[in-house]
């Protein structure tokens, strides 16, 4: 049997396994060339990539295997021993602090039979035990116990080659843990360039960091990924129309935003590693919750952070970091889109919120998140909506004949002087194109799996 030999996750030791080549049937390996499906100079997409089972394969493999992926928020990490599990794309993960303190993930698979070793969502945990024969993983990932270990036969048996798969690279930014199998991938730093300027504007307010509250909330939705993690990038251009009742509910004369707000000047940001936010810069844009707002010391904040990022990203804005992580800076939410197949997302949300906050201001935050972003919220309703609609129809055939329009803002892309990197006006699909473009010219690049073997 072929094998081929990866390297090592732990110092001195390496892991082997198979290679892909000798389970899987000739015609598996990804190689559709997305070209033809995805025109961003043009701004053009063919509906097909939110539909077709070989692309969303051909997508985890490129896409999902290559990238910084988030896993989770730092708090929820306290003591060695602590864990929770996730997804990076349909991977099971499991995200613990070792003796030592230091954040690992791993593959939450067993390398006997492959049963998840941990069910639980999160716990404390001395060791990983797979409750299907009872292999035992310490924190750093070693196969520890193995029972009836005697049975396996004599020299031909070596417990340290069957190590839990740990992440190539894993690093930290405001708070936020990512990870990726990737060991080629540039650095969570390079992955997020200018983009890290905006998110501080969330995430770096206060100087003692952020921390989460309410747990994570998850829920089930029809729809592609890329659908909401595109519009989270890029689409302020629905506010209006989509959010037309929330926006009402929320203003106070009843009517929704007045006209010179609901036009709102504005910049959105892109960049060609797939990231975006847009925020309006209209003073009157702000949605904050009213204690919140009136807890905030914006003097202090345009000190710390500069009066460009309390005016504009502060605000009521969006963003997506390729690619599916994605944060509402004035709502709290940070989220992951986890991929369940082409036409299913799993939302998994958190509220984020400054650790400095008085109790009563923390809860005004977690619950003005609920009452708009929740799953229940009355602006994530309309945005599920869009997107679940967009998925039911996507399978007629003439719906598939035609592409769907990117065009809005071509060309009107610069450096504007005042936030970094190149920036749209507010209403742009600037940051959809570049998503798209990037998860294009991934899908058509073989991977470092692909690459690696000889
Ligand atoms: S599958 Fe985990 S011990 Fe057998
Ligand atoms: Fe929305």
């Known amino acids: 049997m072929a094998i081929t030999q990866l390297p090592s996750t732990h110092e001195g030791e390496r892991h082997m396994f198979p290679t ?20 961003m100079d043009g701004g053009y997409l063919d509906r097909a990539i939110f539909t077709d089972q070989r692309l969303y394969e051909q997508e985890q493999a490129r896409v999902f295997a290559t990238s910084w992926l988030f896993l989770g928020h730092v708090e929820q990490l306290q003591r060695p021993g602590d864990f929770f599990t996730t997804y990076m794309g349909e991977d099971p993960v499991i995200v613990t602090k070792d003796k030592s303190g230091r ?32 292999w035992s993983y310490d924190l750093e990932g070693r196969l520890i116990s193995v029972p009836n270990e005697a049975a396996y036969p004599e020299g031909g048996w070596d417990r340290d080659q069957w190590g839990l798969l740990e992440v190539a690279q894993l690093d930290t930014v405001l708070g936020l843990i990512f990870a990726t199998w990737n060991p080629q991938a540039p650095t969570l730093d390079e ?54 009742s929330a926006l009402m509910v929320l203003s106070p004369t009843g009517r929704g935003p007045k006209k010179e707000i609901a036009e709102t000047p504005g910049r959105q940001y892109s960049d060609e590693r797939g990231n975006g936010t847009g925020f309006p810069t209209h003073p009157k844009s702000r949605f904050d919750a009213q204690p919140v707002h009136e807890y905030y010391d914006y003097a202090a904040l345009a000190g710390r952070l500069g009066q460009a990022r309390v005016q504009g990203p502060m605000t009521t804005g969006h963003a997506t970091v390729f690619p599916n992580f994605s944060y509402l800076p004035v709502n709290g939410s940070i989220r992951v889109w986890h991929p369940k197949g082409p036409d299913e997302i799993e939302i998994w949300a ?36 869009n997107w679940s609609e967009i998925q039911a129809i996507s399978r007629g055939w003439q719906t598939n004949r035609v592409p769907l329009n ?47 073997q000889s």
């Not at 892909?20 to 060339?33: E, K, N």
């Not at 994570?216 to 251009?237: H, M, S, V």
């Not at 923390?362 to 799953?375: D, K, M, S, V």
Request: glycine residues 10%; hydrophobic residues 30%; charged residues 25%.
């Open 20 to 39: 892909g080549d000798i389970h899987r049937p000739r015609g598996f390996d990804p190689s559709i060339d997305v070209s033809g499906l995805v025109d």
């Open 103 to 134: 954040i690992r993930a791993f593959l939450n698979s067993c390398r006997h039979r492959g049963a998840r070793v941990l069910r639980a969502d999160y716990g404390q945990t001395r060791a990983f035990t797979c409750t299907y024969h009872g």
């Open 191 to 244: 992955q997020l360039g200018d983009m890290k300027y905006y998110m501080e504007a969330f995430l770096d307010r206060d100087s003692e960091g952020t921390t989460i509250v309410g747990g994570i909330t998850k829920w089930i939705l029809k729809g592609n990924w890329k659908l909401a993690a595109e519009q989270f990038g890029t689409d302020w251009y629905h506010v209006n129309m989509s959010h037309a």
């Open 406 to 452: 990117y065009q809005m803002g071509i060309g009107s892309e610069r450096e504007d002087g005042v936030y970094p990197g190149s920036t749209s006006t507010l209403y742009s699909d600037s940051a959809g194109r570049r998503f798209y473009r990037r998860w294009a010219e991934l899908m058509n690049t073989p991977a470092w799996h692909e690459t690696e």
């Open 350 to 385: 958190w509220t984020v919120l400054d650790k400095s906050m008085p109790e009563e201001v923390r809860e005004a935050q977690r619950l003005y998140n609920l009452r708009t972003f929740g799953p229940s919220g009355i602006f994530e309703q309309d945005d599920g909506e």
